[in-house]
C-alpha cells in the first residue's frame, strides 16, 4: 500500500487529462489505467461510446490493448474497516458474434469485466465462467485457479454466438470470490469456489453508462447496488484489498486479435457518491431491494 489506506474509493474526475494518460493512484499488471475520450477511437478505446452521465467528457479505461489480460488495482487499500466504492460503469450488451482464429476455426467468444473492492485481481484477469458456458464441463477449472481474483467484485460476463448456434449470454453478477479457487460453475478438476450473491440478466437491456456500488463493513455486512436495485450480504471479516478493475477477452476475427466491437472496463465517477456505507452494526433488515 504505497499510498497508505482508504475507506472509500472514489473515481477521479480524469477530464484534465490528455487522452492515453496514465490515470494517478492506480497500478497495472500490463497497463495501467488510462484516460480516453469515450468517443474518439484509439488504441486504448477500440469503440465509440456516448460520454459518462452528469456532465463528465473523459473516462477511465483499465485494458491491455495488445490483446489478453489486465489487472489494475489501487494504490490504497482497504484494510479491516468500512471499505467501499461507487462509480457509474460502461456496459456493452451487444451480442458477440462467432468468433475465428487466423486459420478459420470458429468459436464462442467472450468478454470477462471486474469492478472489486478488499482482494485482488489475478494479473491476467483470466477467464471465469460463473454461467458455465465459457469453458464448459470438461475436466478444466476456471483458469483463475487458487491464485485468482479474491473479494467481492461485480462481474459481467458477457459471452458470444457458439458456432453451434447456442444463444447469447450477457449477466452481471454479484460475486464473493472467497480467497480465490475455481471460477467455472460448470465444475472442472475442482468444485465451484465462488458464492453468487445475485445474477442481473442484461440481454434484453440497451448498452450505456450504469452505477455500481459495493460498501462491507468491518463485521462483514455488505451492500450493492446496481443503479436502483439493492442487494445486501455477508461476507468475511477481516479483509484487507485494493479497489481493482479487470478485464480478458477471448474474441478474434481472423488474424484481428482483439476485435473493434470489444468494450474493455470503462468507468467514471459519480459526484458527491453516496458509497451506501455501513456503520458497524448496521441494521441490514432495514434495508430492502429496489424493484
Given at each position: 500500500?504505497?499510498?497508505?489506506?482508504?475507506?472509500?474509493?472514489?473515481?477521479?474526475?480524469?477530464?484534465?487529462?490528455?487522452?492515453?494518460?496514465?490515470?494517478?493512484?492506480?497500478?497495472?499488471?500490463?497497463?495501467?489505467?488510462?484516460?480516453?475520450t469515450?468517443?474518439?477511437?484509439?488504441?486504448?478505446?477500440?469503440?465509440?461510446?456516448?460520454?459518462?452521465?452528469?456532465?463528465?467528457?473523459?473516462?477511465?479505461?483499465?485494458?491491455?490493448?495488445?490483446?489478453?489480460?489486465?489487472?489494475?488495482?489501487?494504490?490504497?487499500?482497504?484494510?479491516?474497516?468500512v471499505?467501499?466504492?461507487?462509480?457509474?460503469?460502461?456496459?456493452?450488451?451487444?451480442?458477440?458474434?462467432?468468433?475465428?482464429?487466423?486459420?478459420?476455426?470458429?468459436?464462442?467468444?467472450?468478454?470477462?469485466?471486474?469492478?472489486?473492492?478488499?482482494?485482488?485481481?489475478?494479473?491476467?484477469?483470466?477467464?471465469?465462467?460463473?454461467?458455465?458456458?465459457?469453458?464448459?464441463?470438461?475436466?478444466?477449472?476456471?483458469?483463475?485457479?487458487?491464485?485468482?481474483?479474491?473479494?467481492?467484485?461485480?462481474?459481467?460476463e458477457?459471452?458470444?454466438?457458439?458456432?453451434?448456434?447456442?444463444?447469447?449470454?450477457?449477466?452481471?453478477?454479484?460475486?464473493?470470490?472467497?480467497?480465490?479457487?475455481?471460477?467455472?460453475?460448470?465444475?472442472?478438476?475442482?468444485?465451484?469456489h465462488?458464492?453468487?450473491?445475485?445474477?442481473?440478466?442484461?440481454?434484453?437491456?440497451?448498452?450505456g453508462?450504469?452505477?455500481?456500488?459495493?460498501?462491507?463493513?468491518?463485521?462483514?455486512?455488505?451492500?450493492?447496488?446496481?443503479?436502483?436495485?439493492?442487494?445486501?450480504?455477508?461476507?468475511?471479516?477481516?479483509?484487507?484489498?485494493?479497489?481493482?478493475?479487470?478485464?480478458?477477452?477471448?474474441?478474434q476475427?481472423?488474424?484481428?486479435?482483439?476485435?473493434?466491437?470489444?468494450?474493455?472496463?470503462?468507468?467514471?465517477?459519480?459526484?458527491?457518491?453516496?458509497?451506501?456505507?455501513?456503520?458497524?452494526?448496521?441494521?441490514?433488515?432495514l434495508?430492502?431491494?429496489?424493484?
Open positions: 500500500n504505497p499510498a497508505g489506506v482508504m475507506t472509500q474509493f472514489v473515481a477521479p474526475n480524469v477530464d484534465s487529462l490528455n487522452d492515453l494518460d496514465p490515470v494517478p493512484g492506480f497500478a497495472g499488471s500490463f497497463v495501467t489505467a488510462r484516460a480516453i469515450p468517443g474518439v477511437v484509439n488504441v486504448a478505446n477500440p469503440n465509440a461510446i456516448p460520454s459518462p452521465n452528469f456532465g463528465f467528457q473523459k473516462a477511465i479505461v483499465a485494458w491491455d490493448n495488445a490483446g489478453g489480460g489486465n489487472g489494475v488495482v489501487t494504490e490504497k487499500i482497504f484494510t479491516n474497516s471499505a467501499s466504492f461507487e462509480i457509474q460503469a460502461y456496459i456493452d450488451t451487444n451480442d458477440l458474434p462467432v468468433q475465428s482464429n487466423a486459420s478459420g476455426v470458429q468459436f464462442r467468444g467472450c468478454e470477462n469485466t471486474m469492478y472489486g473492492l478488499l482482494g485482488t485481481i489475478d494479473a491476467f484477469t483470466n477467464l471465469s465462467d460463473v454461467s458455465g458456458t465459457i469453458i464448459g464441463t470438461g475436466t478444466t477449472s476456471a483458469f483463475n485457479g487458487a491464485a485468482g481474483n479474491t473479494g467481492v467484485a461485480w462481474y459481467y458477457k459471452v458470444g454466438v457458439s458456432p453451434g448456434g447456442a444463444p447469447v449470454s450477457e449477466k452481471l453478477y454479484l460475486i464473493d470470490a472467497k480467497d480465490g479457487g475455481n471460477g467455472n460453475s460448470a465444475g472442472g478438476t475442482e468444485p465451484f465462488w458464492n453468487v450473491l445475485a445474477t442481473i440478466d442484461l440481454s434484453n437491456t440497451p448498452s453508462w450504469y452505477n455500481l456500488s459495493i460498501s462491507v463493513d468491518a463485521m462483514g455486512n455488505g451492500v450493492a447496488t446496481f443503479n436502483n436495485q439493492v442487494f445486501t450480504f455477508t461476507t468475511a471479516t477481516g479483509l484487507v484489498g485494493s479497489f481493482y478493475v479487470g478485464y480478458r477477452e477471448n474474441l476475427e481472423g488474424s484481428v486479435l482483439v476485435p473493434s466491437y470489444a468494450r474493455p472496463a470503462t468507468f467514471a465517477p459519480i459526484p458527491e457518491p453516496s458509497g451506501l456505507i455501513l456503520a458497524a452494526g448496521a441494521t441490514l433488515g434495508i430492502r431491494r429496489r424493484r
